[in-house]
DNA sequence: CCTATCTCGGACTAAATAGATCCGCAATCT
DNA sequence: AGATTGCGGATCTATTTAGTCCGAGATAGG
């Protein structure tokens, strides 16, 4: 179980354009240079942040990416789900009706309790996360720290 | 982020050894027979789970795997993280201390907040899988279904 | 006590998936 | 009109996963 590289790169870059003054923008240029990154690829990422409605993106020269939403209605989950998929980690495929010891059908009418309880972990990891918005992250950094981050950033 | 297709396996695998009676063991086998699993691959998988203490092996005819505890101390995280490995699926690669925007030594003394809010998150999922042991699966299914288990698998 | 058989154990090979990159197109502002 | 930027597809590589094989060791029966 292992989350993409990109993950971090698009926390961070997330939490970048959330320290912008209202209406600036970020290219992927400007944010691959400001944490050394791989820019096409950093670009890949960026443009699936935007497909799932995170991140709003416009064209053309001072053009770049910003935040979709007031920093405070985004959280880390969907950051996370947009770069790595909402696919649960557990897959159940039913063994249980495979095989010599398949069961009879009417004892599988309800989902397998392992399957549940393997959910029941995923979805405390999905709260986690929708508990965390990018608002309350700037307001885990120095109060200086927005400044200085437009300053090299758009810099 | 994904877990391997033979956790299903090992879980449901390790299900049916708790509904053996004490002392009798279930060969890599007869379980692949149970499930209609690919043999060699199902014992590649709980070897896995013997090295990380979970099952008991033991080799000649009639040997086979057996729980190497007692149903109630033996969590669904012990057996997940036996063929998942213990690796946490977010590596921080501090890539805040890089490139232009590189926050200076003194800022990075403790962890990263991103970081800690995704270690949250995977603590949260931990959390919820140790909170489960192969005794409560049993006590979640029919009363009638360890007999039967046990008739079909070493029969 | 010896032998035959059955078991796990680890090394090895192939396939699939994800990671990473490049190039051409459309849209926008100067 | 030209330059700059995001967008989408096609491509290549690497890592992980899936699957197979053969050998070492132990037990049960003669």
Chains 1, 2 share one sequence.
Request: aromatic share 4%.
């Amino acid at each position: 179980m292992k989350l993409p590289t990109s993950t971090e790169w698009v926390l961070h870059c997330a939490a970048s354009l959330a320290q912008l003054q209202s209406g600036d923008t970020a290219s992927a240029a400007q944010l691959a240079a400001y944490y050394d990154l791989p820019a096409p690829y950093l670009a890949k990422q960026l443009q699936a942040l935007t497909k799932a409605g995170v991140l709003a993106a416009s064209t053309g020269p001072r053009g770049g990416f910003r935040l979709a939403r007031p920093a405070a209605e985004i959280t880390l989950l969907q950051i996370v789900e947009a770069v790595d998929g909402p696919a649960r980690p557990y897959e159940c495929r039913e063994i249980r009706q495979q095989g010599r010891g398949a069961l009879p059908r009417e004892d599988c009418q309800d989902t397998c309790v392992l399957a549940r309880k393997m959910a029941d972990a995923h979805d405390a990891w999905r709260r986690s996360l929708a508990g965390v918005s990018l608002a309350d992250i700037l307001d885990e950094i120095p109060a200086d720290a927005p400044a200085r981050t437009r300053r090299i950033l758009m810099g």
